[in-house]
């Protein structure tokens, strides 16, 4: 009930400043554009070529991600405003650390900002966003920059290690991207819990409840409208998400069309299995915000690869299957159990579970197409195959066990980082909701909440806990009959 | 009052499921990709020709016209996650359609599928969600998806018949998408309508009303801002649609260029007649909504014809009086006359009447253009012109003509397969909602509303009308003087 | 007390009907397409070349700016929908002035319009849309109208003067557009005020207070959120803002390059001077929802000048300095001072400091940068230097004379534009808010808001008031300590 002290207060704020410095003084020592933006260049490229791609993945970050999480009634311009700035912020430390790795910088101690790069820096914001997801609500402005400057370090550090070193196919970075934002969520989530009421009581959302609820005299909740925004700004843009970095150009073609045949897929059985899995047969709110989306997870890695449209369709299928089953059967497990994990968004069986099949995915695909159907294309995809530029050795065998090491990888370091970061974020050197949820807080009146936390992103536990039942309810009685 | 029955309850998610299946299958059995998006294709074609407009349609069919119809308070959601579900059930459906119905599935028994047939795909959606905006707070999801199967086959068929039989004009698809979707709703919602009361009472909402209710508390109504996310979605991405299909790249200019002159005279034209069919010079929110949105169909038939700019801003104008006409004294009148057509959305006045308008204006257009001004073009607007590929014999009296019928068949073929299809919904195997403005909805408790629905889609009797009844009041009473 | 005349209930819709006359008149007599949308032409343009840059600045003007303005409870719909009709409407006037000022026009009386032409239609909508920020919830939509009509003309003249006789470099607009339409604003406001209250209250929202108030009993205010949908669209597509109209294709490459980073920077500074501005180290709402564009703004003039990416760091965090600096202190004594100016969106500190700043930064970098780093394309950016086409005899320091000149120029010709235009509209036969928080306010029933203005859009004083209280509350009590 005391007031936050002068570090308590200030600490966001100079942390912040601190960062941005030296990123201005790391810019200015070593990046410098790239010869298609200096003046003078003979070989002009049209800024139409990646621009529009650009954009479209800049919508799903921000607008996208943004919105998907402002479903929490009391949190969501928070949610939307942290989004923005870990966006910010994040995407200018993924554009340093990639220079730093990039051949050019061990050669002349300097490297190039171009459309790509900023294109691959969004692309990098999206493992924080994601693990963010499943942290939101209980962590501080303060912990979420922290968590992005370690995690973008670690996992711009596997990508290169799964992409360039290994010679992976990963495409659409369903592994290192979302599978990776998952589990590292997860596992910070699984140190820094503190909260113990809310992983007892979970956050399952039931459609049907709210809309007889009593005392929801305005009809139909808007925040979970706001959450739809961000879900139909994905879905429509996550074509785009898996076919960003992909080449030559008709693998990028295949990556558009595959993603999109898998959505829709996976939407039409997200529908079917959310309707079976409710005991009257109506709709979870939860369900078609999330798994609708987990078809373009799980086409992610493959979808460079795959040649026959039905593939695509069914691989969304078993996404949805996989989605659904997430977050009626295992999310309520994971909390229960002695793993004791809360997933504020579900980001497991958005994310974590269908990047996981895409890994699963790339195993099957290399072992059942013949490597003959790419022609010359093959070591696009799969770089380090016998015969091609770089004097690989490897055969469809040896490609597939390199996919399934890099699955264990993403799996592994994602949750050793994550448990580390998560001890470091608990250090009480660094900002912290108070107990939000203990005896305390029920007689905690107006100034109790005030801990040097930004206000507005402090985590309200009576509001928040009352919402939380008034949604829950007897949702976990709902069985199939 | 009783339990739905495990029919009730489990016919959506089953019937769903069959038709996945059944997708898949077709696909896996015709489908493959085209040769650009196959490897070791020297002629290659780059992503960005097609994707751009592509996902601006895109936008237009899960953000546009999900948040367009999201007004209605206690159904915003159900709107939204309908219009995402047909959606992606529906471009499935419309790929395999236009598959069967290629040149290349006549020879091989197979089809191509492309960035251009996903994009053609996403417009064969446009129907049924401008069908839905008739029916919808009426209809259960089984009715939208078997309505759905039903219209895209009609639909379908009906295209192929006007632009590829009868080789029509109809670039912008004014007449086999907008027309024909509008008066398919319009005729099921007459065979399905069991809702009295709706039809006497009506949805009209004013503006000002509202602003001045006492009860209104939070000020504005949110789920009006809603809908303006889908109005303004569907504005600035209207040249998109009326371009996306058009040939040489000249006639995808001006479609561009007199889709969007169109709308800014008709917006204009709007503003002035909402102010000047109110009593006391207020603005009607469902004509800002709907109407300022009438010129992007109203010229579409003829986006790639125009050759004078003024002649768009004009059609432009026309088709926002048509529009405000059609709400304030046509669509009260076809509610109470003998017809008794509800039409939820007011479809008719943003669809029906500015496509018909639209086929109108082919008809001039053929008349009054020189065909001389088209030089060499003139054979891909109007194929079947005489000294053209094609060997065509027509004359521009001709084609005008055929223009003239491509509107009583789009007329005819949507009421008669509207009729018969809104029979088939009303068979008893179908579920519906079970009366729910009766007299028994008054005293329904809770329990009351299962009648093996989803439940947040079904439509609430009681909140709604009294919804209605606060929105309508003293409209009918406002005329000018 | 008394009904509007009839004078005053039919003065808009008459006022936009002879606009809406007068435009196609004029479209009629001078308006063709140019040789890319004319059948036959044999230089084929792709649509897509500049397309969708113009849909990036479509979706800005319409969505971002429009919702940006949404945040008053009682004016949401009000702000979106005059945006809309002030796009429509003002797109129309500004292809019509461009025409008339261009070389064709003088050679030919009649002017081209092509994708390019609606595209700097819609960069000349910005000005108006950035006044109406100064203006929203005091003016009728006959005063937005007329005053779109007058600021377009002025800005479309002193555009022709800075940029092609005068050859300075704006690139991005950012005086001519934003710095223009921010200071014709707050002069316009200067004049037409009526509302004391306002200007003694203000408009400074705290986040902090709204969570916690007893009254918000439904978590959230979502007009926060809604305009926060304006601030992301505005955002992401700012590069596609600064970039449109950039030559040759480096050029637009480095804008875009340039602003989104200046905009990652200034965002993360924003984040820190929010929190370091605040006591409690809260975040302020209305500095995340505007302050994090100030970024976008300041690079304009330079985006396309700016050779060094820490340079476009150093400048957007600069930019979010002022923006702050301006909201937390400026804004206060502006309207508190003997100039009295109210500024509902704050556009002062959005547009117009940054504006400025842009201004001044095309000084030092003109001077600092060498011009030999430009090569050949030196004449494209400063097209007036020693030894181009143009046979210019302008050395760096003459050029920067021409830059301050520009800063001057647009400062006094919007401000004395502004205030001519504000005692226009104060004149009686306009249509104006008839003294709605004079003592009458207080008493005054529902029909006293009845002076022949569209009731939706008339800003309802006692509300307001109460709101703008509710808001405001000890935030100028909050000092940094």
């Known amino acids: 009930l005391q007031m936050p002290s002068l570090y308590q207060r200030r600490q966001f704020p100079v942390a912040l400043c601190i960062f941005q410095i030296m990123f201005i003084l790391a810019f200015s020592l070593c990046a410098h554009f790239n010869e298609h933006a200096l003046p003078d260049n003979k070989s002009k490229v049209y800024v139409n070529t990646d621009y529009p791609l650009f954009q479209d993945i800049h919508v799903m970050s921000l607008v996208g991600f943004g919105f998907l ?9 928070a949610a939307v405003s942290m989004n923005l700035l870990l966006c910010a912020f994040v995407s200018q ?21 171009s459309i790509e790069e900023i294109m691959i820096a969004d692309l990098s914001c999206t493992p924080i966003l994601i693990s963010m997801g499943a942290l939101i609500g209980r962590f501080t402005p303060m912990q979420f920059v922290v968590m992005g400057f370690i995690e ?29 934002g998952a589990y590292f969520g997860l596992a910070v989530s699984r140190t820094a819990r503190k909260v113990r009421m809310i992983s007892k009581r ?24 706001f959450s739809m925004i961000g879900t139909l700004f994905l879905w429509i843009f996550f074509p785009s998400f898996n076919a960003a970095v992909q ?60 040649l026959q449209p039905w593939h695509s369709l069914l691989i969304g299928g078993i996404a949805a299957i996989i989605s659904v089953f997430g977050h009626t059967h295992l ?14 968004c579900g980001v497991h069986n958005l994310h974590g579970l269908p990047g996981i099949l895409s890994g699963v995915c790339s195993i099957i695909i290399v072992l059942v197409y013949d490597p003959s159907y790419y022609g010359d294309s093959l070591y696009q995809i799969y ?46 050197c660094v900002n912290q909701m108070s107990d939000p949820t203990g005896a305390h807080a029920e007689n905690a009146d107006r100034a109790g909440f005030y801990y040097g936390l930004p206000q507005d992103v402090l985590w309200r536990s009576m509001e928040m806990q009352r919402e939380i039942q008034m949604r829950y309810r007897d949702h976990e009685s709902n069985e199939i009959y």
């Open 69 to 77: 999480m402002a479903f929490l009634k009391r949190y969501g311009f």
């Open 93 to 113: 430390w993924a554009m340093l650390l990639r220079g730093f790795l990039s051949q050019e910088f061990r050669e002349s101690w300097s490297f190039t900002i």
């Open 152 to 180: 973008t370090a670690v996992c711009t550090a596997v990508e290169y290690l799964i992409i360039t070193v290994m010679h992976c196919n990963d495409g659409g970075r369903s592994l290192v991207i979302h599978a990776f």
């Open 202 to 225: 979970g956050t399952i959302r039931v459609v049907g409840e709210d809309a007889f609820d009593d005392n929801s005299e305005d009809g139909i909740d808007h925040s979970e409208l």
């Open 247 to 306: 080449e030559p150009e008709d693998a990028r073609i295949r990556a558009v069309i595959n993603t999109y045949l898998s959505m829709t897929s996976c939407t039409v059985i997200t529908f079917m299995l959310t309707s079976l899995t409710d005991r009257q047969g109506r709709f979870n709110m939860i369900h078609i915000q999330s798994s609708t989306l987990a078809g373009g997870v799980a086409i992610g890695s493959v979808a460079n690869a795959i």
């Open 331 to 344: 999310q309520p497990r994971l909390r229960k159990s002695f793993l004791g994990v809360t997933d504020t």
């Open 383 to 428: 770089p380090y195959f016998a015969g091609g530029e770089k004097q690989g050795d490897r055969d469809k065998y040896d490609q597939a066990l390199f996919q399934a090491l890099a699955i264990i990888i993403v799996f592994v370091s994602a949750t050793v980082a994550g448990l580390i970061t998560g001890c470091i974020l608990r250090c009480s």
